[in-house]
């Protein structure tokens, strides 16, 4: 008998086992009516691999190996898997025939090494499970209003046509590049399933669709995003990119359960709309002024507030972006990144990555500029202004109301008032607007009252233009509306700042020491906007607050402001 070294013996048992086990599947493989296949010898080709995830091959214990038009090979590893015959129902109703094939263990943790090594850009181009790049960019441009897009979606859902889902995906996100849609909404109710989009901060109803489409829709994006099937009862977030033309979108999906089925929202991150340019946030020439000097100083903290959505992130971004440069090392710590920005280190929030803890580390990787998503805490904002004293530029954000309101929220949050001189630069404050859209707007006269309501927030300021109001066209969907710009208001911490902080960190009290700063506030900006025809009145009033200046009020008009406001209370 040969001797074995050790390595040969042990090459020679484990390919026994193998053969073992492939003679095992391969006798095994008419009970589940299968032909039996080693996809150890077989090509398995990268387009098949890829029309579904590896997440969703490795729950599913099931891999396609080869495409022939619309057929697909699919490897089948555990029959009885539970997970399978939704997977093979899905590809079914996407129009595909499946061919199943019996393999063994091994044949499927080799096909599952595949998954890294196809070609990546490859995959992009064909598209996951079936969704045509080309088609999206095509109807990114010929889907004009959002009209259109329902009636497109309505004639999907007549036709008897086995792809219906796939088209439907195709139009919804071409119709979300067309009118810039934030996010897409599938809200299943009773009877029927909603599909809205968001654009320019507000929800639009597209269509209502039977429940039988949401369902192939649900799983269609489940899998799409890499997401778990069968669990319906517990939020998932998954995501997807799309190469749409020379566009790399980028699709974040949020599921939840509810009482009739699962929400969908797809947020699509499209760095073609998000410029982040300074230029383009919309500062008015003063602010602009202040924050040139301000982003060139080397250290300090620069704060923006405001609700959600109210444009905080894409600030800092544009800010991040004006102060960039090839000798600056900036990192960031967001929670989650949100677009990618060439040259800038991004760091994400995770469960034992907090912002604390993180930007404790970053500091340690001697940045000059940082980036921290949200003054969450008290470890937060302590760590911040530290940072901001010890020679770092500091970014961040604050949820509060308006610039003056940073200043009692950080004290509350336990720094140091005597430190905010030091430490903090300028406090901004903003909200979204949305524009007139350029093609309807028409002129708008201001009723008595509203007159009244402007005059009192711009005081002496002298303001000309024509005021313009929402019509409403084919170019914006019949909205009036297309596109937003910011409205902005800031606070420089300057002695008289700084001196108010410790004497009476109040709201008033900073707004009275800001006085001599000369920045108008986000409502003067507002109505210098809608003066400039940029938007409207209707628009200021659904987003700020107009019974307010957004100044210090006048201390010998105290009674009239009182007076005033409960005019307004009814
Ligand atoms: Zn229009």
């Known amino acids: 008998m040969k001797d074995f070294k050790d390595g040969d ?29 080693n996809l150890l010898g077989t090509p398995i080709n990268p387009e098949a691999l890829s029309i579904i995830p590896q997440t969703t091959a490795t729950e599913a214990e099931a891999v396609i190996f080869e495409k022939k038009d619309k057929t697909l090979l699919v490897g089948i590893q555990n029959p009885n898997n539970a997970n399978l015959a939704q997977v093979l129902d899905m590809l079914k109703k996407n129009g595909y025939a499946v061919e199943g094939y019996y393999i063994s263990r091994s044949s499927f943790e080799h096909a599952l090494t595949r998954y890294s090594d196809k070609p990546k850009a490859k995959a992009e181009k064909k598209g996951v499970l079936g969704i045509d790049p080309n088609t999206i960019a095509e109807l990114a441009t010929t889907l004009k209003t959002q009209a259109n897009a329902s009636e497109r979606l309505r004639a999907i859902q007549e036709a008897s046509d086995p792809e219906k889902v796939t088209h439907v995906l195709e139009t919804l996100f071409g119709g979300a590049l067309a009118f810039a849609a934030s996010d897409i909404h599938i809200e299943p109710e009773d009877d029927v399933a909603r599909i809205r989009y968001r654009v320019d901060g507000l929800l639009f109803d597209i269509i209502e669709i039977p429940h ?10 489940k899998l799409l995003s890499g997401l778990t099937l069968n669990i319906k009862d517990e939020a998932q977030d998954g995501r997807f990119t799309l190469d749409v033309g020379d566009r790399n979108l980028e699709v974040r999906t949020s599921v939840i359960p509810g009482a009739h089925g699962e929400s969908i929202v797809m947020r699509i991150l499209d760095p073609k709309t998000a410029g982040f340019r300074f230029e383009e946030l919309g500062l008015n020439t003063k602010l602009q002024e202040v924050m040139e000097e301000e982003l060139k100083r080397p250290n300090g903290a620069i704060i923006t507030t405001g609700p959600t959505g109210s444009g905080k992130t894409t600030a800092l971004y544009a800010f991040l972006q004006k102060v960039h440069s090839p000798e600056k090392k900036i990192i960031t710590i967001e929670d989650p990144v949100e677009y990618k920005l060439p040259g800038l280190v991004q760091t994400q929030v995770e469960e034992d990555y907090t912002f604390a803890s993180g930007l404790r580390s970053i500091l340690r990787q001697d940045p000059d500029v940082i980036m921290v998503g949200e003054v ?37 949050l336990g720094v140091d008032y005597r430190s905010i001189g030091s430490a903090y630069n300028v406090v901004l404050g903003q909200r979204l607007v949305r524009t007139l859209c350029p093609h309807c707007k028409k002129p708008h006269a201001l009723t008595a009252e509203e007159q009244k309501i402007v005059t009192r927030i711009m005081g002496e300021t002298p303001t000309q233009g024509t005021i313009y109001g929402p019509e409403g066209c084919d170019a914006c969907g019949g909205s009036g509306y297309k596109g937003r710009i910011g409205v902005f208001e800031a606070i420089r911490v300057d002695d008289a700042v700084a001196e108010a902080v410790i004497a009476d960190p109040s709201e008033n009290s900073i707004l009275k020491a800001a006085e001599p700063q000369e920045i108008p506030s986000m409502q003067q900006d507002g109505v210098q906007k809608m003066y400039d025809g940029i938007t409207s009145f209707a628009e200021l009033e659904r987003v700020l607050d107009l019974y307010n200046t957004g100044k210090a009020p006048e201390e010998d008009a105290n009674d009239d402001s009182e007076t005033d406001f409960s005019d307004h209370i009814v």
Not at 9 to 37: C, D, F, W
Not at 390 to 410: C, D, E, M, Q, Y
């Open 376 to 412: 969450r805490d008290r470890d937060v904002a302590e760590t911040v202004t530290q940072a901001a004293q010890t020679g770092h530029l500091v970014f961040s954000t604050l949820h509060t109301n308006n610039a003056a309101g940073a200043f009692p929220r950080l004290t509350d």
């Open 212 to 221: 039988n489409m949401y369902r192939l829709l649900v799983s269609r994006l």
């Open 9 to 37: 013996l042990q090459r020679r048992v484990s390919a026994l086992r193998e053969r073992g086990e492939e003679e095992y599947v391969e006798a095994m493989a008419p009970k589940y009516n299968l032909t039996y296949i």
